[in-house]
């Protein structure tokens, strides 16, 4: 089915995208006071931080294997989950190199030193794409583990210096963007049915 809420996800995304790239210098106080007091914190407080930016990876491998389990009436989930990622992928590549003139940030948190923040951050773009995108296939735990990632990636991104919360959330827009078109077009399953629904249908059966 196509719902209106993903076409509202695409138009708003767009709209983030639009506005952070027309802001993407802007630097807020406190997000240069954060990145200054993690610079000057002990070790464990960047490990923690680089943990958090890795949940986003976790929960990729979580979704990828848990789709992939579930045979092949879940071939269409991994084909949206493909397509909105490497959209979204695509898309943070090009404004990199529009805006910046360089590759965007892949795995920073693999030897590199004294990073300055660049637009788009693309493992937030990408993770959004992912979680929205994939949203209607999977439980809610995941779901909300999807939410989870999403935000400690944007933490410890600005945290780190990867980006600010402006280019944040324009790469959010960009995850939103991809999914919402891609499942305006495609469509998407009603999803899983909330505890309340299925006690109250079970209840209508009089079981």
């Not at 809610?140 to 410890?156: K, N, Q, S, Y």
């Not at 944040?168 to 629904?197: K, Q, T």
């Amino acid at each position: 089915m196509r719902r209106p809420s993903d076409a509202f996800n695409a138009v708003l995304g767009l709209f983030l995208v639009i506005w952070a790239t027309v802001n993407v210098e802007s630097i807020s106080s406190w997000a240069q006071a954060l990145t200054e007091l993690v610079q000057a914190s002990p070790s464990w407080v960047i490990l923690l931080l680089a943990v958090g930016y890795a949940t986003s990876l976790i929960y990729v491998v979580i979704v990828f294997g848990a789709l992939l389990a579930g045979g092949p009436e879940r071939r269409p989930a991994l084909r949206d989950l493909a397509i909105a990622g490497v959209t979204a992928a695509v898309l943070v590549v090009i404004l990199a190199f529009i805006i910046n003139d360089a590759w965007p940030y892949v795995s920073p948190e693999i030897g590199l030193e004294d990073p300055a923040p660049r637009f788009p951050v693309m493992r937030e773009g990408m993770v959004t794409a992912i979680r929205v995108v994939i949203g209607p296939h999977v439980t809610r735990p995941l779901r909300r583990f999807g939410w989870l990632a999403i935000v400690a990636t944007a933490i410890a991104s600005v945290s780190l210096g990867y980006g600010t919360p402006t280019h944040i959330i324009g790469s959010f827009g960009i995850g939103l963007f991809s999914a919402g078109l891609l499942l305006a077009i495609v469509g998407s399953p009603r999803g899983y049915p909330d505890p309340d629904s299925v006690a109250a249908a079970l209840a209508s059966l009089g079981v």
